[in-house]
């Protein structure tokens, strides 16, 4: 599995700021950006049920 750079920044001050430091915090946001992203590239049949 590669690693790869975050693009989330934390606000506030370094060691300070919470769960938002967390990368796999970082990351789920990635993934949740991804997923949308992928979804709007569908046809419009594809997303009516």
């Known amino acids: ?3 790869r750079k975050v ?3 934390s606000p506030g001050e370094v ?3 919470g769960f938002e430091d967390l990368d796999c915090f970082k ?3 990635d993934v949740i950006v991804n997923t949308h992203d992928f979804e709007r590239s569908l ?3 594809e997303n009516s049920i």
């Open 43 to 45: 046809p419009a049949d």
């Open 15 to 17: 060691g300070k700021r």
């Open 1 to 3: 599995m590669e690693l």
């Open 7 to 9: 693009s989330y920044t």
């Open 27 to 29: 990351l789920a946001l």
